[in-house]
C-alpha cells in the first residue's frame, strides 16, 4: 500500500470520527435526558412505596401489640413483631444486594462499539 493510499485512508477515518463525534453528542443528551427522566420517576415511585409500606406494617404491628396488651401472650407477641421486621429487614438486603443494577446510556455504549468493528475493518 503506497503512502498516499494510507494518508487517504487516515484522512478518511479522521472525517469519520469528527462526524461521529457530533452524533455522539446529541445522542449523549437524548440518551442522559431519559435516565434523568426515568431515575426521577423510579425513585418517587420507590419513596412513595417506602413511606407507605413503614406506615402500613407500623400500624399493623400496633394492633397486633395492642390487641394482646394485657394476655399472657403480650411479650412473645412483641418479640415475634421484632422478629418479623428483622427477618424482613434481613430479605429486603438480600434482594437489593441479588438485583443487577440498571444499564446507563447503552445505546451510546453500542454506537460507539459498532464504530470501533467499523474503523478497525477500515484500517486492516
Known sequence: ??????????RNVGRFCIERATDYGELLGVELEGTRKRLVRELCALVALAVAGLFT????????????????YFLP??????????????????VVRTQKPGRSLHVLQKEIRDDLDTLKEALR
Open 1 to 10: 500500500m503506497s503512502m498516499r493510499s494510507k494518508v487517504t485512508q487516515w
Open 57 to 72: 406494617l407500623s400500624f399493623v404491628c400496633i394492633a397486633v401489640i395492642a390487641t394482646a396488651w394485657r394476655t399472657a
Open 77 to 94: 407477641v412483641v418479640w415475634g413483631v421484632a422478629a418479623m421486621w428483622l427477618i424482613l429487614t434481613a430479605a429486603s438486603l438480600l
